[in-house]
Nanobody, 115 residues
Framework: QVQLVESGGGLVQAGGSLRLSCAAS????????MGWFRQAPGKQRDLVAR???????YYADSVKGRFAISRDNAKNTIFLEMNSLRPEETAVYYC?????????WGQGTQVSGTS
């Protein structure tokens, strides 16, 4: 059984910062790509950022220069540092990971921005 647990969401003013964490646990043989999606009310789930086991990163254009994804392979954990948050980035942020060649998802953490 594999589990992804997110933390760090909350309420933040426009221009503020938050740091999300996602820890993988359970019967893990290998972890490849890990990353974050977000889903705003009434919208589709979109990729925010991802990071490979080797540390290669990808960001959606809308967050480049403001968000930073990082990874601690020893702890099977990724982080998403979010700066200059915008109210329209209010969404549930979901962690995902390719673990043991299967895609796994966290339960999501709410990020709410206020103007």
């Amino acid at each position: 059984q594999v589990q992804l647990v997110e933390s760090g969401g909350g309420l933040v003013q426009a221009g503020g910062s938050l740091r999300l964490s996602c820890a993988a646990s359970g019967s893990i043989s290998s972890i490849n790509v890990m990353g974050w999606f977000r889903q705003a009310p009434g919208k589709q789930r979109d990729l925010v950022a991802r990071i490979s086991a080797g540390g290669f990163t990808y960001y959606a254009d809308s967050v480049k220069g403001r968000f930073a994804i990082s990874r601690d392979n020893a702890k099977n954990t990724i982080f998403l540092e979010m700066n200059s948050l915008r109210p329209e980035e209010t969404a549930v942020y979901y962690c995902y990971a390719n673990i043991n060649r299967h895609q796994h998802w966290g339960q999501g953490t709410q990020v709410s921005g206020t103007s």
